[in-house]
């Protein structure tokens, strides 16, 4: 390595690690600073910084100049592959030259146009994971004199120095970008969208219960948005940094399920050849969110009733207790009370876990919510670099006027599904095409109460005939009305 003179090194040093304490990282205002390092320590006259505009031919652009002529220089178009610095690119190689009249690879054009006179020039690469990404030249001196290698070395790592700055802005932007879309994904995940009083109730009650460790049971048909009300609990909580950890109860068999909430030692079933971790345990100083709780077997009720009584367990074939600290959120959509009073539920785990209940409403019940849920998932669904769409005209009240039983979460997939085939920037009703079996209930707002009831009505007795297969005795069974009443309803409603 070569020597570089002392007080230079010093000064040198003393500009760089400015640069680096500086807080702001705009790469441009830092290259313009190293830029004008260049100028006061080494005294040259003109430095400029050009980047590949092509990979295959390198040619070359204008990115920053010292002095005032950049406007001028960016709309010089570079011939690729010629003069100085062309060759710099081509070959990652710096050169010196001191007169460059003399040298075969001067380019006059830009000395030309730009009327500025230059007698020697030092030109280097600007390499970034050994890729010439741009070149970078220092053209004459102030005080008449020719480059010397001390200049060049001190020149060199400036060059190197603005690489750096190139590479670290992109992994920054890079990082910048990934950040956001984490952030956007994580805001999307868990954001409750709904005005409506239904939704709003329930939103005011999970952040009430939050701190509290006492269960939460969360009721409600599928897709009304259990799950994220568990997530909403969890993070509104002091536990939001400690883990939360979700599991189906009804996707795996009792036996496994066991395995899966306490763990297992070692040797305590075949095939356990190592000693493995529960759930539970996985959960502590955080939230268990057991879904579909009421489909878990009688046998697995009373393990877990003594756990959430004890707040302790034992491992599968282990002998030790294990103290664990869990908030328990648990979900079902069927009728929990039914299910204790018919003997497939536990009566005591049900009071244990039914501390505080919440019931999410249906779609259907707040009809109000359709609109902000349609902007919210037409964004979420949007491909990134694509424009979002817009809801097209009736769309609006095209969806409130069907039934969804499959609630918002039918309601997303459908959005999802009509973004993906809508080439045009709007979404038209046409885009959801809503099952037939599926009568839709015309509740648009402007038919009287008699209508949308007697629409109602007409749909549900219908529905109920056909699963009877038409023997309205069983249908008025069902209905719990009279077979009299049921004939008169059905003559009524013109119900065929
Ligand atoms: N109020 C809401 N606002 C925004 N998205 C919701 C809302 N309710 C439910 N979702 C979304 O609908 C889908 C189904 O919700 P989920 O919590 O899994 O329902 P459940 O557990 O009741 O079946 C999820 O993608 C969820 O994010
Ligand atoms: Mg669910």
Redesign the pocket.
Known sequence: MKRIGKETNIQALRKISNLFQMTSWEVDELLAMVMNAAKDIVGVKNGSLLLVQDEKTYKLQFYQASGKNMGQLKDIDLPPGVGISGHVAKTGESIVSNDVAKDPRWYQGVSEKMRIPIQSMASFPLNIDKKVIGVVQFLDKVDGTVFNEKNVEILEHFANLMAKFFQVSKSRKLLGEEFGRLKEQYLHRY????ESKA?QKCITMAEKVADSKASVLLT?E???????FAHLIHDRSQRQNNPFISVSCGALPASILERELFGHEKGAFTGAETQKIGLFEAANTGTLFLDEIGEMPLDMQVKLLRVVQEESFIRLGGTETIKVDVRLIT?TNRDLDKEVQEGNFRQDLFYRINVIKMT?PPLREKLEDISD?LT?FIKKHSPENQPVKKPGKGLTSHLMSYAWPGN??EM?NSVERAIVLTDGDELLPEAFPFETSQAPIELNVGSTLKQASDLFRRTFISNTLKSTSGNRTKAAQVLDVQRSYLSRLIKELEIK
Do not use: Q
Request: no cysteine; proline share 0%; net charge neutral.
């Open positions: 954001t409750i969208v709904g939704i409600g599928s897709g009304t948005g259990k799950e994220l979900a999410l849920l919210f918002i979460r997303e």
